[in-house]
């Protein structure tokens, strides 16, 4: 004997809508954080680079160098995709060498991803 196919639960009509609405209206989940970065980070390109990996993640914010030879940086996006940018930043590009990071909550909205002057 066959078993009867079981249909698919009816999801209520107004919880649809709602789900709908909250995917396409809701604000993703955004984190800043205030990073400096320690070692030999200055010299090795490595603002450029971190420039380059934030925008590949879609990570805003900005990156500087500081006068004591760490590099600050603020960065704000999805918990994931800053996740992804600590991981890169404890590596660095090519010829870094990160001793540690310091990780603190930051604050602002940024449009993008810039470099800035050094502090």
Not at 26 to 51: D, K
Not at 71 to 77: F, R, Y
Not at 86 to 94: L, S
Not at 112 to 119: D, I, M, N, T, V
Request: neutral net charge; hydrophobic residues 45%.
């Amino acid at each position: 004997m066959a078993e009867a196919a079981v249909p698919p639960p009816r999801l209520d009509p107004i919880a649809a809508i709602t789900i709908l609405a909250c995917v396409t209206l809701c604000p993703m989940t955004t984190r800043v954080l205030h990073l400096r970065i320690h070692g030999l980070v200055q010299g090795v390109s490595y603002r450029w680079n971190m420039v380059q990996a934030a925008r590949r993640r879609g990570v805003t914010g900005w990156v500087r160098n500081r006068a004591d030879g760490s590099v600050e940086a603020m960065v704000a996006g999805p918990p994931a995709a800053l996740d992804e940018l600590v991981a890169w930043a404890r590596r660095g590009p090519p010829g870094a060498s990160v001793d540690k990071i310091d990780i603190e909550p930051g604050d602002g909205e940024f449009d993008g991803f810039e470099q800035r002057p050094s502090a």
